[in-house]
T-cell receptor, first 111, second 112 residues
Framework: SQELEQSPQSLIVQEGKNLTINCTSS?????LYWYKQKYGEGLIFLMM?????EEKSHEKITAKLDEKKQQSSLHITASQPSHAGIYLC???????????FGTGTSLTVIP | NAGVTQTPKFRVLKTGQSMTLLCAQD?????MYWYRQDPGMGLRLIHY???????AKGEVPDGYNVSRLKKQNFLLGLESAAPSQTSVYFC???????????FGPGTRLTVL
């Protein structure tokens, strides 16, 4: 969706390296959701952020929502091959009951 | 719990044929969604439902119809398939309010 810009489109990193994926909107993000999709499969929920400045971590993945609630980042520390997949951000912009998704970031981790 | 299931997993249609995709959830969720995923386009919302008997249009509703006769099921219909409807279709459900969506495994549809 053009409502959400995700960058980069693709990322290839060496195992053990850190990386960051960004999700940006021109509108206020009342709820920001990060999902992971393995190739050819459905989406798996990672984290949800709702408050400006909020930060959540799960294992080696940290997600943040900026104070203005228009940008979120997903940071992976010491990447592993199991982190490979497509990462998508989704957002609730309080436009009815619709959710919008970014175009996704394809992550490849080279052992 | 099976979560969200989709039937079928794969389908090939000829232009002009019709078909129905079935989504079922066993979590008693109020909200259900149909998305399509295309390369470079991300997920785009086709139709959604906020409860049994209700449906609403999303971002790309043309060429599709939906029905939610039972709370646990959300059907997506293609009356006259077109090659532009070749895509991967995902169903999702969500508890009421602003929570995460749970996704099905997807249906890969090819229209020749």
């Amino acid at each position: 969706s053009q409502e959400l810009e995700q960058s980069p489109q693709s990322l290839i990193v060496q195992e053990g390296k850190n990386l960051t994926i960004n999700c940006t909107s021109s509108k206020t993000l009342y709820g920001l959701y990060w999902y992971k999709q393995k190739y050819g499969e459905g989406l798996i929920f990672l984290m949800m952020l709702q408050k400006g400045g909020e930060e959540k971590s799960h294992e080696k993945i940290t997600a943040k929502l900026d104070e203005k609630k228009q940008q979120s980042s997903l940071h992976i520390t010491a990447s592993q091959p199991s982190h490979a997949g497509i990462y998508l951000c989704g957002a609730d912009m309080r436009t009815g009951n619709q959710f919008y998704f970014g175009t996704g970031t394809s992550l490849t981790v080279i052992p | 719990n099976a979560g969200v299931t989709q039937t079928p997993k794969f389908r090939v249609l000829k232009t002009g044929q019709s078909m129905t995709l079935l989504c079922a959830q066993d979590m008693n969720h109020e909200y259900m969604y149909w998305y399509r995923q295309d390369p470079g386009m991300g997920l785009r919302l086709i139709h959604y439902s906020v409860g049994e008997g209700t449906t609403a249009k999303g971002e790309v509703p043309d060429g599709y119809n939906v029905s939610r006769l039972k709370k646990q099921n959300f059907l997506l219909g293609l009356e006259s398939a077109a090659p532009s409807q070749t895509s991967v279709y995902f169903c999702a459900s969500m508890e009421g309010g602003r929570n995460e969506q749970f996704f099905g495994p997807g249906t890969r549809l090819t229209v020749l």
